[in-house]
C-alpha cells in the first residue's frame, strides 16, 4: 500500500502502534508491517517526518539511547498522544461507520 493511500491516517496508525511501548523507527516500521500482514510497507521518509510532526504536536516524546555501541531514537505515546488515539478511534468509527452504508455488502431498499 502505498503512503498516499493512507493520508490522513498514517498519524493515527503510529499513535496505535506506539500504545503497545516505546519502539525505535525501524521497529515502528517493522510493527506496521507486521501488524498489517505485510500490507503496509512504507519508507523512513514517509514514517520519521509524521514521527518528528506528532513530537512537535506533543502526542510523542523521543530519547536517544546507546545499543550495542549505536545511536537511536526511541519514541513513546505521551498522556496527550493517547487522548489523541481516543480520539482517531472514535473519528475512524464514525467514518467506517458512514462509508460502509455506502459500500458495504448490505445494500439499503431502492428509494420507491
Known amino acids: 500500500m502505498r503512503a498516499q493511500a ?7 496508525l503510529l499513535l496505535a502502534v506506539l500504545e503497545q511501548g516505546e519502539l525505535h523507527g525501524y521497529a515502528i516500521i517493522d510493527a506496521l508491517r507486521a501488524r498489517s500482514g505485510g500490507t503496509l510497507d512504507l519508507p523512513t521518509g514517509t514514517i520519521y517526518p509524521a514521527l518528528r510532526r506528532l ?12 545499543v550495542n555501541g549505536r545511536e537511536r531514537r526511541t519514541y513513546r505515546l505521551t498522556d ?20 460502509g452504508r455506502f459500500l458495504g455488502t448490505d445494500q439499503p431498499p431502492a428509494p420507491a
Open 80 to 99: 496527550a498522544g493517547l487522548r489523541a488515539l481516543a480520539g482517531e478511534r472514535a473519528g475512524w468509527r464514525e467514518f467506517s461507520d458512514t462509508v
Open 6 to 12: 493512507l493520508h490522513g491516517h498514517l498519524d493515527a
Open 55 to 66: 513530537e512537535r504536536a506533543g502526542y510523542v516524546a523521543s530519547s536517544w539511547s546507546t
